[in-house]
């Protein structure tokens, strides 16, 4: 995608998807609608236009064009918001992908969910003798279209033997992948978790298909190896790769010794792959106590059944025993409250008027919240100097909100004396939060309507008092 300098219209169509219901669906503020003409007629002309031009680049069966399809419009101004849009169609796309390969039948499914991202700036026409347009398939690779004519003079052609889906949009949402990845995923995984796991499953998507093209065995053998890797191994390790993925694949299956002799072949195969060996063992397993020498099984099909056994019991887990409350008990406050500090310090850099919401959105406030009563590892004069640096913020919301002006200006009064305290008894500025924190809870509870930030910004407030007072009555330093 071409660095844009002003807002073009974009219009993404994935050609052999065609959703049954009328009205699409919608997946990270984004809408796909089907082909209908009522759709497609209620379009801008100039999206309709340029809508129609683009559907005359596909083929599909027998050299025919595309009849039945699904699109997207939207609009770009920076390269940041490109990357956004690729990563939410790369999301979905692969979601939807491994939702219909996992049964591991019907392998050019990978195709259904093909997407074309095209640009069009402001200036160009949809009308003329010679048009020219540029495509980014699936997010990665630029592929150069022409109509000439009003007829396309070359076109794009996926696997001759693709049936177009026609889907509808509960057969995609309501899958169990797309739940757990679109509603649940801030309750189920840690920090970068489902980032991880989508990335497993891209990776097994590419042992399919990649680029817009099949791969051969040797290059599938490694994509589902990547995407084991991906899955069962932690970031951080640094333990030899064959050893943490054995030992994770034995734990999640049981300490089988068929198992294990397996994925010996499998990484022996892998290796020799990797290595450039002059000869490949077979892509077939043979197992060691068979009296024949010849393999029955793909390693391929075995490595792709494993992967999506793996994913299955992972997310099994998470469901029924979710990280969340356990991970929350395993950060320090020492952590929290240094990155509370680093996200306060970016957000004052850059001093713009957004400044409580950039908190909000950047988590601040969510790890002044999680500062826990049970954990010294924050010692008193660093309580006191978060505070001191914390403590505007909540001030000057009291001073540019509205409401009961004696009750504010005693919360401001209050928050003034804890700033200026330089004492040396910290019970004694205990006490100080101890009395704000019990006048801030009634003023809270008075507020009604508050936007999301500010509500985000009370809350930690509120939780940031209770600690400190505990933290600076406690025996320890």
Same mark, same amino acid.
């Given at each position: 995608m071409n660095k844009i300098s002003k807002e073009n219209l974009v219009i993404v169509i994935f050609p052999y998807l065609f959703i049954y219901d009328k009205g699409g669906l919608e997946f990270d503020g984004l809408k796909i609608k089907p082909s209908y003409r009522e759709n497609v007629d209620n379009e801008d002309g100039r999206i309709k236009n340029h809508l129609l031009n683009i559907v005359k680049l596909f083929r599909v069966g027998k050299n025919q064009q595309i009849s039945h399809w699904?699109?997207?419009?939207?609009?770009?101004?920076?390269? $940041?918001?490109?990357?956004?849009?690729?990563? $939410?169609l790369n999301k979905f796309s692969n979601i939807a992908r491994f939702s219909q390969l996992r049964a591991l039948e019907n392998y050019d499914r990978f195709d259904l969910f093909n997407y074309f991202v095209f640009e069009i700036p402001k200036d160009q026409s949809s009308t003329g003798a010679f048009i020219?347009?540029? !495509?980014?398939l699936n997010g990665e690779n630029s592929i150069n279209f022409y109509l000439e004519g009003n007829k396309a003079d070359n076109f794009y052609f996926s696997n001759k033997n693709i049936r177009p889906a026609f889907l509808t949009a509960e057969q995609i949402t309501g899958v169990e992948y797309f739940q757990i990845f679109y509603n649940y995923p801030g309750m189920l995984f840690s920090t970068g978790e489902a980032q991880k796991i989508l990335r497993a499953i891209e990776w097994f998507n590419r042992s399919f298909s990649h680029d817009g093209r099949g791969v051969d065995s040797s290059e599938a053998i490694l994509?589902?190896?990547?995407?084991l890797e991906a899955l069962l191994r932690p970031a951080d390790e640094d333990r030899n790769i064959k050893a943490q993925l054995k030992t994770a694949l034995l734990n999640l299956f049981g300490h089988s010794q068929h198992l294990a002799l397996w994925f010996d072949q499998f990484w022996q195969l892998r290796n020799s792959i990797v290595h450039g060996d002059v000869s490949?063992?077979? /892509?077939?397993?043979?197992?060691p106590q068979a009296k024949?020498?010849?393999?029955?099984?793909n390693h391929l099909v075995l490595s792709r059944e494993i992967f999506v056994r793996c994913l299955d019991i992972i997310l099994k887990i998470r469901k029924e025993f979710p990280l969340l409350g356990l991970e929350e008990k395993l950060v320090s406050n020492k952590i929290r409250m240094s990155n509370a500090i680093t996200i306060l310090n970016k957000s004052l850099k850059k001093e713009t008027h957004n400044f409580v919401r950039n908190l909000h959105e950047g988590g601040a406030f969510g790890w002044i919240t999680g500062l826990r009563n049970d954990d010294l590892s924050v010692g008193k004069k660093e309580t006191k100097d978060f505070g001191n640096r914390f403590l505007p913020l909540v001030r000057n919301d009291l001073v540019n909100s509205q409401g009961n002006s004696t009750q504010h200006q005693g919360l401001i009064d209050m928050i003034d004396n804890v700033v200026s305290w330089d004492?040396?008894?910290? !019970?004694?500025?205990? &006490?100080?939060? @101890?009395? &704000?924190?019990?006048?801030? @809870?009634?003023?809270? /509870?008075?507020?009604?309507?508050?936007?999301?930030?500010?509500?985000?910004?009370?809350?930690?407030?509120y939780h940031f008092f209770d600690f400190a007072s505990?933290? &600076?009555?406690? /025996?320890?330093e």
């Amino acid at each position: 995608m071409n660095k844009i300098s002003k807002e073009n219209l974009v219009i993404v169509i994935f050609p052999y998807l065609f959703i049954y219901d009328k009205g699409g669906l919608e997946f990270d503020g984004l809408k796909i609608k089907p082909s209908y003409r009522e759709n497609v007629d209620n379009e801008d002309g100039r999206i309709k236009n340029h809508l129609l031009n683009i559907v005359k680049l596909f083929r599909v069966g027998k050299n025919q064009q595309i009849s039945h399809w699904s699109y997207i419009v939207s609009s770009l101004k920076t390269y $940041k918001k490109w990357e956004e849009l690729k990563n $939410k169609l790369n999301k979905f796309s692969n979601i939807a992908r491994f939702s219909q390969l996992r049964a591991l039948e019907n392998y050019d499914r990978f195709d259904l969910f093909n997407y074309f991202v095209f640009e069009i700036p402001k200036d160009q026409s949809s009308t003329g003798a010679f048009i020219h347009y540029l !495509g980014v398939l699936n997010g990665e690779n630029s592929i150069n279209f022409y109509l000439e004519g009003n007829k396309a003079d070359n076109f794009y052609f996926s696997n001759k033997n693709i049936r177009p889906a026609f889907l509808t949009a509960e057969q995609i949402t309501g899958v169990e992948y797309f739940q757990i990845f679109y509603n649940y995923p801030g309750m189920l995984f840690s920090t970068g978790e489902a980032q991880k796991i989508l990335r497993a499953i891209e990776w097994f998507n590419r042992s399919f298909s990649h680029d817009g093209r099949g791969v051969d065995s040797s290059e599938a053998i490694l994509n589902i190896e990547t995407a084991l890797e991906a899955l069962l191994r932690p970031a951080d390790e640094d333990r030899n790769i064959k050893a943490q993925l054995k030992t994770a694949l034995l734990n999640l299956f049981g300490h089988s010794q068929h198992l294990a002799l397996w994925f010996d072949q499998f990484w022996q195969l892998r290796n020799s792959i990797v290595h450039g060996d002059v000869s490949i063992p077979s /892509f077939l397993y043979n197992h060691p106590q068979a009296k024949t020498k010849k393999g029955h099984r793909n390693h391929l099909v075995l490595s792709r059944e494993i992967f999506v056994r793996c994913l299955d019991i992972i997310l099994k887990i998470r469901k029924e025993f979710p990280l969340l409350g356990l991970e929350e008990k395993l950060v320090s406050n020492k952590i929290r409250m240094s990155n509370a500090i680093t996200i306060l310090n970016k957000s004052l850099k850059k001093e713009t008027h957004n400044f409580v919401r950039n908190l909000h959105e950047g988590g601040a406030f969510g790890w002044i919240t999680g500062l826990r009563n049970d954990d010294l590892s924050v010692g008193k004069k660093e309580t006191k100097d978060f505070g001191n640096r914390f403590l505007p913020l909540v001030r000057n919301d009291l001073v540019n909100s509205q409401g009961n002006s004696t009750q504010h200006q005693g919360l401001i009064d209050m928050i003034d004396n804890v700033v200026s305290w330089d004492g040396k008894n910290f !019970g004694d500025l205990a &006490l100080l939060y @101890s009395n &704000l924190q019990e006048h801030y @809870s009634f003023f809270y /509870f008075q507020e009604l309507e508050l936007p999301v930030e500010i509500l985000s910004l009370h809350n930690a407030a509120y939780h940031f008092f209770d600690f400190a007072s505990w933290r &600076l009555l406690t /025996f320890y330093e």
